[in-house]
């Protein structure tokens, strides 16, 4: 049965709707370049963010409804055993980390701060999600977070709060594609250029590259690269990675790249750090 | 009316999409279910229809993906002005058609989308883009079976 249509259309609300996306583009370019998020990404972020929260309760409630349906009183008994157990325990690491952070604004006080990087609060990840554009995890913290809010473990650097509803935010990870860090190597006068996520089959997506290195630059194996706070998204001294590889190009010898191990375990992120503007 | 309802459609898919089960993914890779309500839109009810799903569901995907809106807004767009304009030629009203339509359109999109954003690594392109055709495909099924209840309770006239 061949569907019966007019071919006639009215063609005025698709050029609206050209116009609308070509503002809505160029609105989201201006938006990037100052570091930020553009009001139509707000205002989608707002309208999906409840709707995916409520996907993900009825999943969990679904799991867990699947779960004692199929082993039994016995197996959630015991899980319920190892819930209360796993919140007591998350509790401690809290209170530990308070205590961490104590010890650290003790340790600048009586001037001993190595760094000079504050270490943040921390906070939870709840969910990790995959997408074209890469991996991302949701995270939970003790306070309200905000988009631009730097993302790291005591180990390293993980990326920043891109969007952010309450105490809970969704954070673009260093290995996320299109994801770029101004860095230096941490050496006296050592050379800048920009990390980002080298391709997967370079260390099974775990892996970075610092390339828009100077023609000059002095990249060794072992080099510390840090990030350096130019472009004001990420505060000079964060910790990134340590350099594995450099490679020269030999088509262009101008053309130098470091593939930079990142310190933090991007597949084993439970708790993380958060720090806010102004630290 | 049916322009509340298709917003609606589209927030639900980009929802879902973004929270796939993890069991359900094929290599990280899930169906590209707001493609498939833009498919199922046009198809449904025409070009300018098909136009409107691509502009809302190309910024809502583009807000909660971090991604850049030009390459999924002209995919998307185009894409629904395309597919509503053949209706006339396809049998439109074919579920199976709907699916066909979505194994072309998801690469189509995706080479759209690599003109703005160059991904990592071309295998790893090739091969996501290798399994979300096929995926949203069989995705688009019941996408188009829902977007097609919808349209005929807004616009029995279709």
Known sequence: MRAAHSPQHNWAPVIVMIAVAIVLTIGQHRARGSAGVSFAERAAWRVVWPVQSSLVTFGTVLRNLNTAALHGGRLARENEELRRRVAELEADKMAMYTYYLDNMAMRKKLGWDATGVPMGTPARVINWSSGPQGRRITIEASSPLEPGNIVRTEAGLVGRVYSAEGNR??????????????????????????????????????????????????????????????????????????????????????????????????????????????? | ?????????????TAMERTWPGWLLVRDQGPHLVLATVIAIALSAGPVAGCFGGLVGGVLLAGVEDAWMGGLLIGYMGLGIVIGLMRGQLLAERVLVASLVAVVATPVAELVRLVFAAPPGPGAWLLGTAIAAPYTALAAAPVFAAVRAVTSLFMPER
């Open chain 1, 169 to 279: 935010g969704t954070v673009v990870m260093l290995i996320t594609a299109d994801h770029a860090v101004a860095a230096r190597i941490l050496r006296e006068n050592g050379d800048h250029g920009i990390v980002y996520a080298a391709p997967p089959e370079q260390g099974n997506g775990q892996m970075l590259v610092l390339s828009k290195l100077p023609q000059s630059a002095d990249v060794r194996v072992g080099d510390r690269v840090v990030s350096s706070g130019q472009g004001g998204v990420y505060p000079d001294g964060l910790p990134i990675g340590v350099v594995e590889r450099v490679e020269r190009s030999e088509v262009n010898v101008a053309s130098i790249v470091a593939y930079v191990k990142p310190f933090a375990d991007f597949d084993h992120l439970d708790y993380v750090r958060v720090i806010r503007r102004g630290g």
């Open chain 2, 1 to 13: 009316m049916i322009y509340l309802a298709y917003p609606i459609l589209l927030t639900l898919a």
